[in-house]
Structure formats: C-alpha cells, structure tokens
C-alpha cells in the first residue's frame, strides 16, 4: 500500500499521452470511518448514525484513489459520466483497498475522454465491494502539452 491520500497533491497536470490504457495503481489502502460514513449517510450537515457505508462513501474513495494514482485530481477535467455497481456492503471503520485504471481513451467530438475504472474492496477479507468507472473529459488531447 502507498501513502495516504490526505499526502497526494490536490491537482495535477497528467497529459493524455502519458495515460496508458491498462496501466493499475494501487490498491491504495483508505479508511472508511463511521464518522465519514456518517457525514455521507443523512442530510447535509446532520450526521448519521451508520454501521454501513452508504452510497455516497465510493466516490469520495475514487476521488482519493484518483488523486493518488495521478499525482493530484486532472486540473482542468471535467466528470461527464460515473457509474457504480455494488457488490456487497461495508461496515464502517474497515479499511478498502481501492485499485484503479485506465480503461480506455478516446476522442469524441473533438474532445478527448479518459474512461478511469475502480476496484474497491475489504482490506481484511478481499470481498469485492464496489466496482466503477469515472468518464471524464481530459484537460488535454492528443499531442497537446499540459500548462
């Protein structure tokens, strides 16, 4: 496991022509608190009393998956699509190992998109929890340089 993700940069300058298609990171390990879990759980600002994690953990785990994995979220993108599938529930104040990927690159309407996928599962038994997937519109394209 790497480190934490409150240490990775909070933005990056990653060009699309370094992204391989494929290429794994991680996993990175992250806690999952009842007191995240919580924040996540009810209405804003109210905290929830939880023993699951609910739904809206996962893509705060992306993110902190993301931002490891690329050095810092891609300054500049933007998220046009995410989708989630779970697998099984995770009680609160476990940790996850989260692997991520590059799953596929192209240009679409002159625009390029960076389809990253996610694997996230319990660090003490390996159960797979949620797999998903960030499409996002690239801050660069082909053979452009990052600024």
Request: aromatic letters at 6%; charged letters at 35%; hydrophobic letters at 40%.
């Given at each position: 496991m790497t480190r934490?993700?409150?240490?990775?940069?909070?933005?990056?300058?990653?060009?699309?022509?370094?992204?391989?298609?494929?290429?794994?990171f991680g996993p990175f390990e992250e806690p999952v608190s009842a007191a995240l879990a919580g924040r996540l759980a009810g209405p804003i600002g109210a905290a929830a009393d939880v023993r699951l994690a609910p739904p809206a953990v996962f893509p705060v785990l992306f993110l902190r998956a993301l931002r490891r994995a690329m050095g810092g979220i891609p300054s500049g993108s933007i998220l046009?699509?995410?989708?989630?599938?779970?697998h099984a529930q995770l009680p609160v104040d476990r940790d996850v190992a989260i692997t991520t990927w590059v799953g596929a690159k192209e240009v679409r309407r002159e625009r390029p998109f960076v389809t990253i996928e996610f694997d996230v599962r319990d660090a003490r038994s390996d159960a797979?929890?949620?797999?998903g997937r960030k499409i996002i519109v690239w801050p660069t394209g082909p053979g452009e340089e990052t600024s």
């Open positions: 934490p993700s409150e240490d990775a940069p909070a933005l990056s300058n990653v060009a699309y022509d370094e992204l391989v298609v494929d290429e794994r046009a699509k995410q989708e989630l599938e779970f797979r929890i949620v797999t």
